[in-house]
Each structure stands twice: as C-alpha cells, then as structure tokens.
C-alpha cells in the first residue's frame, strides 16, 4: 500500500466526523494512514428550509452527498463516510459502495414528553415526513412541525420550551453519547424507521483497488442483506424522496424479514410486510413494493 494518507471526506456535523473517525480509527489499526477532510454539502449550507422543499430542488438523497460525491470523483478525495439514509439508490457513474459495517440502533427516539403523555394540540418537531406521518396516525390532533438544525440544536429548541417533543434517530443519539436525553424508543412496530437508518456506508470510486482489502474487513454481510432489501424496495418505488417512506429489515437465520409504510395520494396510511430468503434480499424489497404500489 502507498504510504500516502488515505484522506477521507465527511460532513462537519458532530454524527457524521464521529462516523468518519470511526473509519479512520480501524483503518489505522490495519496500517493506513489517514486524514479527515470536511465538506459542506448543499443540506448542511440551507438550513432555514424544509427537507421536502430541498428535495423538490435538488432531489432529498442528493443534498446531504452530492458535494461529497463531486469530491470522490475529482479525486480530492479517496473515500467517503455516509448515513447510508442520506445516500441516494443510485450512485454515480464511477462510484461504488466500498464497504456497509454492522449496523447500529435503527430504531426512532422521542424525547421530551413519552407518546403516552402527549395529547391533542402538544407539537413534537421532526424534520422527516415519514416520522410525521405516523406520529399524526399514532396521535390525532398532535401539532407536528419541521425542525432543522444538527442534533444539538434540535435537543437545545426542546430544551428551550419550543416543542413538547422531539424525534430523533437513536442511534446518532447513542453515538454522541445523549442516551441520557432519551424518554423514550419507538419500536419498528410503532414507528418503521426510514430505509437505511442505523446504516452507515463508505463509498470509494469503483476503480480503486487499493483500498479493497481494507475495506472488505468492516464490511458486515448480514447488515449489508438488509441494507439491500430497503433500497431494494426504495429503488422500485423510484428512489425519491416526495413520498414519505419507512422500511425496516431484519434477519432471523437464513430469512430477512421487510416491514414497510407510505400513505396514499388520498393520505391513507400503508403498510406491507414479508419475509424471503437471505439470498433474495432485493427480490424482497420488489414484492413489498409491489404490494404497496398495488
């Protein structure tokens, strides 16, 4: 391997060089150099606006990589660390997902008020419509409002008295060590978490062999299975992003088992459910789109 440092390209926000650190930290422990470059994405730059009007622009999974890609692809770059939620279906031209490690929490968190405790006219602040969605479908009459910002700035607004409560991704919680400001986990059966949640991902440019068997030793199959089931079935209800969307996967022995919801054009909510074969994961993604599209 070349004794040059491998420079790897992340957003600044405390969760993503946490991620990106974590990479560095295990490829030096294989003997690679590196270095943390940081790179401000169009998600990270327009925070005053909605994730849905940013998507209707730019196209939702692109605001928070396409910077990053641009960076893989002019070779400032060797490879970069991404919430794999944020990574669109399809990469690219050139780049390839180098390697999914084991999964993290992929379960929702609410904190401040507990679902119990939240009533009819009490606001809970995501910026997911996804989360929105079902919490309306959980709670008839319970106000919900964007909320933007990192997660500091998320939890400082709770804090502050500006929402009842608030919904975050557990496991980014977890990672930064706020477990403390958690009341409670929403369980898939309760809230599906959107596809990708809890994974995280490097990509690299295809091309780039040199980096492969360092790769290969945080790559977890069994993560990866599921990882393919999700986008399976994001990629075959067209990979965008103006329909709010939950998918779940999990494996039990040699089966994967999907669990999925949308809502209609009408605003009904939809949910599918089904279990394949591990070595059918995309096939799987297919079917409970189908089921949801029919």
Request: hydrophobic share 40%.
């Amino acid at each position: 391997m070349s004794s040059r440092k491998l420079t790897i390209g992340t957003r600044g926000s405390k969760l993503a060089f946490w991620q990106a650190d974590w990479i560095a930290g295990q490829l030096e422990q294989q003997g690679c150099e590196t270095r943390i470059s940081v790179i401000r994405t169009t998600g990270d730059r327009l925070t005053q606006e909605s994730l849905r009007q940013l998507g209707a622009q730019e196209g939702i999974k692109g605001v928070f990589t396409k910077e990053i890609e641009d960076a893989l692809l002019a070779g400032s770059i060797d490879l970069a660390v991404h919430s794999l939620k944020d990574l669109p279906v399809r990469l690219a031209p050139g780049l390839a997902l180098g390697c999914i490690p084991q999964r993290a929490d992929a379960r929702d968190a609410l904190l401040g008020k507990k679902l119990g405790q939240l009533k009819a006219g009490d606001c809970v602040g995501t910026s997911s419509q996804r989360r929105a969605i079902q919490l309306r479908s959980l709670l008839p009459g319970v106000v919900v409002q964007d909320l933007r910002g990192n997660i500091d700035t998320r939890i400082r607004k709770l804090h502050k008295g500006l929402f009842d409560a608030i919904v975050l991704a557990a496991a980014g919680l977890q990672r930064l060590q706020l477990e403390h400001e958690i009341s409670e986990i929403l369980e898939p059966e309760v809230m599906v978490p959107a596809i990708g949640q809890g994974h995280w991902c490097v990509s690299n440019p295809g091309w780039c062999r040199r980096v492969r068997p360092y790769l290969d030793q945080l790559h977890d199959s069994r993560t990866a299975a599921e990882v393919g089931a999700e986008r399976a079935l994001l990629r075959a209800l067209g990979g965008g992003c103006q329909v709010p969307l939950g998918g779940h996967a999990t494996m039990t022995c040699d089966k994967l088992t999907l669990v999925s919801v949308t809502v209609s054009g009408s605003g009904a909510i939809l949910r599918s459910q089904a279990t394949g074969a591990l070595s059918e994961a995309e096939k799987l993604g297919e079917s409970v789109a189908a089921d949801l599209g029919s």
